[in-house]
């Protein structure tokens, strides 16, 4: 029942399941799981070879119906695992991305897991093809690997790839997103807020200090003077 309710949550998003992919993509029962039979119960990353034609091909999926898809350190070492396995073959990777990034919950660990996966995929370039499949999200950690592919294809209307989401962006960026309330709208705005936040962290810290120039300068208008902002205050900002 549990399998029945993944496949049509899938389907409302107007999304394959990931055994539907694997199935489409392959041979007719020519796909095998790397992992031993761990690809029957279709973690938040599937990873496996068969036949495309005839010919082996490499893949793994993400699988958006267990933890978005998300990676952690397990994950990231699969993927490694796969990447590498076809390269000492001298088989295509296949990867098909539908996934929301690291695992916040695994935290630094879930950047090495993806640290793993970018390096697989750099010591892969020019070795073997690479091609990378959008069927969904592709965030964060994610969005990195289709730029490190020979080939990346979007499925159309549901297929999305980005580092870091408008919404995210707009909160903390200085300048205005179309469509994204609550970013700063004008060129005054941003200078108001640069100062200001200078300022706070000025009469907040002590330390190393480095030189910057007062506003007045910036725009052109008197000579202005130096004034300082501790070195700290550039790595917290």
Known sequence: MKAMDSYEKQHKRGKLHIEERIGLLFDKRSFRALEGD?????????????????????????????????????????????????????????????????????G???????????KAHAMAAGAVPQIMIITGVCAGGAAYAPGLADF?????????????????????????????????RSFPERRMFAVKMKKNVLRKQKGSFLTWQTQQEADGHGKGQERHIPAMAFRDA
């Open 38 to 106: 761990r690809g029957k119960e279709c973690g938040s990353v599937v990873t496996g070879y068969g036949t495309v034609k005839g010919r082996r091909v490499y893949m793994y999926a993400h699988n958006a119906a267990v933890q978005g898809g998300t990676v952690g350190l397990q994950e990231g070492k699969q993927i490694r695992k796969l990447v590498e396995e076809a390269v000492r073959h001298g088989r295509p990777v296949v990867g098909i991305q539908d996934s929301g990034g690291a695992r916040i919950q695994e």
């Open 108 to 118: 630094v660990l879930a950047l090495a897991g993806y640290g793993e996966v970018l």
């Open 152 to 184: 990346t294809f979007m499925a159309e209307d549901i297929g999305y790839m980005f580092v870091t989401g408008p919404d995210v962006v707009g909160s903390h960026v200085l300048w205005k997103i179309p469509g994204v309330p609550g970013s700063i």
